[in-house]
């Protein structure tokens, strides 16, 4: 059972778009920075968005995220085949002094 | 160019222990937050715990299942990053990933990971 809850599956077509979500709580979501990572099939997670809504060089704006008060969203626009990944949140946790992680949303590109 | 490389996984018996063993380069690296992620086969990211850089003293924390057990440690001479783990359980089998936290800035997350490296607890 993790800390962060997320939909465990997400999926939509070429072109559309699509959110995963990620509830928290006052100790987590409600106080710190959210975080997001991609991971593809057989290969190590990579940041798409950190503090919230903030992108690092090189990923699209077709990923955008935000949050507002214990929950956080990431928004997928245009979706392409090789968006088809895990997607995971993640924050500081103040009352366990760690870092938590969501327990992943499996986005498929039908 | 960041690089981080993962060694020293492999099959262990559990109560047994092992070393892991990260090379980074491409940064400074006495100056960074360095972590380690672990991810069990099918499952989702667990956080393993943190060494702070020299401005925090290096303090380490760890998540509550491996407190105890593992240990993190690095030689800023060798531009290294270990996990020593102990009285390994089935339920510690998982790949484990070396990650930089905050390298590219404060607060930017685990910016760069390396390729991760399985352990297997099994007799």
């Known amino acids: 059972q993790s800390v962060l809850t997320q939909p465990p599956s997400a999926s939509g077509t070429p072109g559309q778009s699509v959110t995963i979500s990620c509830s928290g709580s006052n100790s987590n979501i409600g106080r710190d920075y959210v975080y997001w990572y991609q991971q593809l099939p057989g290969t190590a997670p990579k940041l798409l968005i950190y503090?919230?809504?903030q992108r690092p060089s090189g990923v699209p704006d077709r990923f955008s995220g935000s949050k507002s008060g214990t929950s956080a969203s990431l928004a997928i626009s245009g979706l392409r085949s090789e968006d088809e990944a895990d997607y995971y949140c993640a924050v500081w946790d103040d009352s366990l002094s760690g870092w938590v992680f969501g327990g992943g949303t499996k986005l498929t590109v039908l | 160019e960041v690089q981080l490389v993962e060694s020293g996984g492999g099959l262990v018996q559990p109560g047994g222990s092992l070393k892991l063993s990260c090379a980074a380069s491409g940064f400074t690296f006495s100056d960074h937050f360095m972590d380690w992620v672990r991810q069990a086969p099918g499952r989702g990211l667990e956080w393993v715990g943190r060494?702070?850089?020299?401005?925090?003293?290096?303090?380490?924390r760890y998540a509550a299942s491996v407190r105890g057990r593992f240990t993190i440690s690095r030689d800023n001479s060798e531009n290294s990053l270990y996990l020593q783990m102990n009285s390994l359980k089935s339920e510690d089998t998982a790949v484990y990933y070396c990650?930089?936290?905050?390298?590219?800035?404060?607060?930017?997350?685990?910016?760069?990971w390396g390729q991760g490296t399985l352990v297997t607890v099994s007799s």
């Open positions: 060494t702070a850089d020299t401005h925090n003293n290096y303090i380490t």
């Open positions: 990650t930089t936290e905050g390298l590219t800035g404060r607060s930017n997350g685990f910016d760069f």
């Open positions: 503090k919230n809504d």
